[in-house]
């Protein structure tokens, strides 16, 4: 989709499909930017059409009319954009999204949804990265039409923003707003992969070459590169597959300085190796387990899109943990990157084993900051909603947590008891990789990470119950979502600031 931002008046362009807000007022739905002008090309009294069908203005609210005469849009889309005073830009991208959704089987849109609220910089970005994430739609293979599949969506959109079309301010808010809807489309890309094509060797060409051709660098280490390196984890989590491990590495260059360090999670499927998982409703979909290695990754090269002035760095360690005759067994000990060595009780507990891998060698390098994303569990209690977010640097907490809810990805922060610590010690090892005694749980894998991270100010995000939705919401469809790339890369923005 090719999107432009443009001072013409609503309905004046030859666009056919307008989308314009309405605002949930107290008497019924309340028009909002271009909503008269949509109802001069209608020639019909749009307000008091919604109001008679229920439609109250409130978000979720979605009605979509023909216009019969000529010289204008053939469509007019009304979305609920909620109370007029709550018009953030978390808002306007909520209605560009469900505004997506409508517009499929038009070739050319408009909206003024850039026109709500106060920061029209803001506004407009938000509705470019809401029309992009619901126009979204999972790559297909196969000859034969899906019985109601959706049509699809627009070539082009145009964004509406009045009197300050030509402002330099929208334009760059335009751009950021595209590159960061692109890449969460990307990364839904990856994850919806089949694991049997998106191997631990193919994903890291691919991250590679997406990388390169930003212009971000990128290196790809080989099994027997990890091996001599000390990469334990990696190693040992894929001994049981056949499609060796890989780890991939992009950079930002950026100014001199430390740089930012991120490091993902890079599962390309779980079964939960010779421990197995036994829900095959989640077993299902465990193709998503490398969600967390494409949102870091997708990040630093969107930082290269960008050319923000921030040096950032992504490692993704990428395996599969399959039950093989050569797979890790529960008792082994692992020796990552650094030195440290971990008992495996659960060999389903296995992202753990990488990204601690990931951080250990990131520590060696002594990054400003230190944030790792990865699928550890579903065990924080937050919903499709929120991820989960702890660590060691309260003030680095704040800035993440702060980026998640700029971005329209909040997340919530848990704590991170020292006295958890002994539920990992281990008679054979430097810790185990589930506690003794009493559940597993986000912290429990925070807590283990912790060990890798030299000290350094340190968040861990755990994305399990947000990077893929096993049921479609009123905004998202069911499958990946692309959290929470966009989060990471508001991070990157308020880093690259002065």
């Not at 739905?29 to 019909?44: I, S, Y």
């Not at 937050?382 to 700029?406: I, K």
């Amino acid at each position: 989709m090719i999107i432009e931002v443009s001072s013409a008046a609503a309905g004046s362009t030859q666009d056919d499909l307008l989308a314009v807000p309405f605002f949930e007022g107290t008497a019924g739905p309340e028009p909002g930017p271009g909503a008269a002008e949509a109802a001069r090309v209608m020639g019909a009294d749009l307000t008091g059409m919604l109001a008679r069908q229920g439609f109250r203005g409130r978000p979720g609210d979605a009605a979509t009319f023909l216009v019969p005469n000529g010289g204008g849009p053939r469509r007019v889309v009304a979305i609920g954009a909620g109370r007029a005073a709550d018009a953030t830009t978390a808002a306007v991208r909520d209605a560009a999204q469900r505004a997506a959704a409508l517009a499929t089987g038009s070739v050319h849109a408009a909206a003024t949804l850039g026109l709500l609220g106060q920061d029209r910089a803001g506004a407009v970005r938000a509705a470019a990265e809401g029309f992009l994430l619901g126009s979204y739609r999972v790559p297909r293979t196969g000859s034969q039409p899906v019985t109601g599949q959706q049509p699809v969506p627009p070539r082009t959109l145009t964004l509406l923003a009045g009197d300050a079309g030509g402002d330099g301010d929208l334009r760059d808010a335009l751009a950021r707003g595209v590159v960061t809807g692109q890449l969460a489309s990307w990364v839904r890309d990856l994850v919806h992969a089949p694991a049997g094509t998106a191997t631990p060797e193919m994903l890291a060409e691919t991250i590679a070459a997406r990388a390169v051709e930003h212009g971000a660098a990128a290196r790809i280490w080989t099994a027997g590169e990890l091996a001599r390196e000390g990469f334990g984890g990696v190693v040992g989590v894929g001994q049981g597959s056949r499609n060796s491990p890989r780890l991939v590495e992009v950079t930002h260059a950026g100014p001199e300085g430390r740089p930012l360090a991120f490091a993902g999670k890079g599962i390309t499927f779980d079964s939960g190796g010779l421990n197995l998982k036994r829900d095959p409703g989640e077993i299902s979909w465990m193709r998503a387990d490398m969600a967390g290695g494409a949102a870091v990754a997708a990040a630093v090269i969107g930082a290269a899109q960008l050319a923000l002035p921030v040096p950032a760095v992504a490692v993704v360690p990428l395996a599969e943990n399959m039950p093989g005759g050569g797979a890790l067994r529960p008792g082994d000990v692992l020796t990552h990157r650094g030195g440290r060595t971990s008992e495996v009780v659960d060999t389903d507990s296995e992202g753990r084993l990488v990204v601690a891998d990931a951080l250990g060698y990131l520590a060696e390098r002594s990054p400003a900051a230190l944030i790792d994303v990865a699928t550890l569990t579903d065990a924080a209690g937050l919903g499709p909603a929120l991820w989960a977010a702890t660590g060691t640097d309260q003030e680095l907490m704040a800035e993440v947590l702060r980026a998640g809810e700029a971005a329209g990805e909040p997340g919530w922060p848990l704590p991170l008891p020292g006295a958890y610590r002994e539920l990992l010690s281990s008679a054979a090892a430097d810790l185990r990789n589930t506690p003794t005694q009493g559940p597993d749980s986000t912290v429990m894998a925070a807590t283990f990470l912790r060990e890798f991270t030299a000290g350094i100010p340190w968040v861990h995000i755990d994305n399990g119950s947000t990077a893929w939705l096993e049921h479609s919401t009123g905004l998202w469809p069911e499958g990946a979502t692309g959290s929470p790339v966009r989060a990471l890369l508001r991070f990157l923005e308020g880093r690259a600031r002065p």
